[in-house]
């Protein structure tokens, strides 16, 4: 693969610019700089910096974030700033085109914290933001009042919400303190542990009252701090399918 298109696929701008990164001296490969846009590498597990930044070459983009508090999951965000202004510039044009960048995989409210995956896969996508596939996510609820173990019940037996007239389960749900609990859910309706909480008759605390913690069996990294990203490994895809890493 030429090298121009390695990095015109990895988001560094068109064709164009990205052929004057490589003559302007701009790119180098296992530490040799390149001149010649046109050269050939293979491009699987390329590694390579560009203007002094270490890159590596992925056909799709896995990402995990850390969602702060105060982002909105948009490319056109209402009110705060969007959570992909938190990512670099190629990550945000990988591809190229109308649809280029990664797209998150279902979203977090504004004021909710947490994991987040994004890609550019779209059958990725689907699969983890499709119910039908049942993922588990879970979160760590802080309420607004005490949480008792009759509100615990019903949030695993199952709550009515007002736009559907079938009932909403929680797939496992536990009270972690005197107002906290840890949420698990397989589905990913609008604001829904919101709504399951108050419809128990509770409410979710308006600051820091929300995180998600946990995406199938993956977990948010303890190092990853609050507006930090990071590319999935194997061993994180296999833990979110919740089968062994190849």
Request: with cysteine; hydrophobic share 40%; proline share 6%.
């Amino acid at each position: 693969m030429q090298l121009q298109d390695i990095l015109f696929s990895q988001g560094f701008g068109t064709r164009r610019v990205c052929a004057g990164l490589v003559q302007q001296g701009f790119v180098a490969v296992a530490g040799v700089p390149c001149a010649e846009p046109a050269m050939d590498f293979v491009a699987d597990g390329l590694k390579f910096t560009v203007q002094g930044v270490d890159w590596e070459y992925h056909e799709k983009a896995y990402l995990m974030l850390h969602k702060p508090a105060g982002y909105e999951c948009s490319q056109k965000p209402s009110t705060y700033p969007s959570i992909y202004t938190l990512l670099p510039a190629p990550i945000r044009q990988r591809g190229g085109g109308a649809a280029a960048g990664v797209q998150a995989v279902g979203r977090l409210d504004q004021d909710t914290t947490g994991l987040l995956l994004l890609s550019d896969d779209g059958k990725f996508i689907h699969r983890m933001s499709s119910p039908k596939h049942h993922v588990p996510k879970v979160y760590e609820v802080t309420a607004k009042h005490p949480v008792d173990d009759k509100q615990v019940q019903k949030l695993l037996a199952g709550v009515v919400l007002d736009d559907d007239p079938r009932p909403v389960r929680a797939a496992a749900c536990e009270k972690t303190g005197e107002q906290t609990l840890r949420l698990t859910l397989t589905e990913g309706k609008y604001h829904q542990v919101k709504r399951m909480i108050a419809a128990v008759g509770n409410r979710v605390e308006d600051v820091a009252g929300l995180h998600r913690s946990r995406i199938g069996s993956l977990d948010l990294p303890a190092d990853l701090k609050p507006g930090q990203w990071r590319w999935l490994t194997a061993q994180d895809l296999a833990a979110i399918a919740g089968t062994p890493a190849a």
